[in-house]
């Protein structure tokens, strides 16, 4: 059978980071990595594939809604006469996922003959998981089905902070293994984890009144120092942005979260232009309309 692995946490926790570091030390081995990706635009396939040989996308929704999931059944029953022998498939679930119904699902597609569920890992930001876990139930649903925690990006917090997180965590799910990590650095082996498979779920609505996402910037300038400015200015109503803009200084990568912003420049773009963008389901409007200032009519 083959081990799957299922990471999960909250947009911007760092599961991209998580992934592409699995990627680069397991060289070795053949893993298969399926990136599900909330919005149509698919921007963590892309950087997935940069430094891993086999990446299968789901892009357009969660996995485990209704919407999507047969798109995911499909894929998981193709990958042995895709790919041949393979040591293990880690699926990365989009941030706002419930994994709780996994294993549900295999055993209700008879996917449990192909597949052992051999680990759920979530990864949680010690500065956005308080406030998460009062605002959107499958935060609480990720720790609760995680075999092992990440309390991810332990050098931007305080030893009280992430003490805090630990206890938040422990609260949550008391079985969970859990690590502290930078960068989302995890040296262990994970399919030895042996996942308890003890969390309940069901598939989620295709709409989900909690979020709501969008593209921009796919065929148009876009100001850096504006889209800045509305991105802080957005604060917690703006979940994530992320992609590739052209910029009149030249490409930039665009990553914000809950009101930080990074953008570093990128050389030879040879992928598709813009930011996938995910926000408050009852902010869209206001979201959308502060963003759409910052394009401008691409003339390159």
Known sequence: MIPLALITGFLGSGKTTFLRALAERERERRLIFLVNEFSALDVDGDLVAEVARDVVRVPGGSIFCRCVVADFIAQMRAVPGRFGPVDGLVAEASGMADPGVVAKLLADTGLDRLYRLAAVVSLV????????????????????????????????????????????????????????????????????????GQAEGDYAACRDPHYACFELGTGSTVDAAELQRAVTGLGPLLYRLKGVIHTADGDQRIEAVAGRYEAHPVANHQGPYGLAAICAGGAKTIVEQKLRKCETARNS
């Open 125 to 196: 930001d010690p500065g956005t998981l308080p406030k998460l876990l009062k605002t959107l139930p499958n935060m609480a649903a990720q720790i609760r089905a995680a075999d092992l925690v990440l309390v991810n990006k332990q050098d931007l917090y305080a030893d009280v902070e992430l003490a805090a997180t630990e206890a938040l965590v422990r609260e949550i799910n008391p079985r969970a293994e859990l690590r502290r990590t930078t960068r989302a650095a995890f040296a262990g082996d994970l399919f030895a984890l042996c996942s308890a």
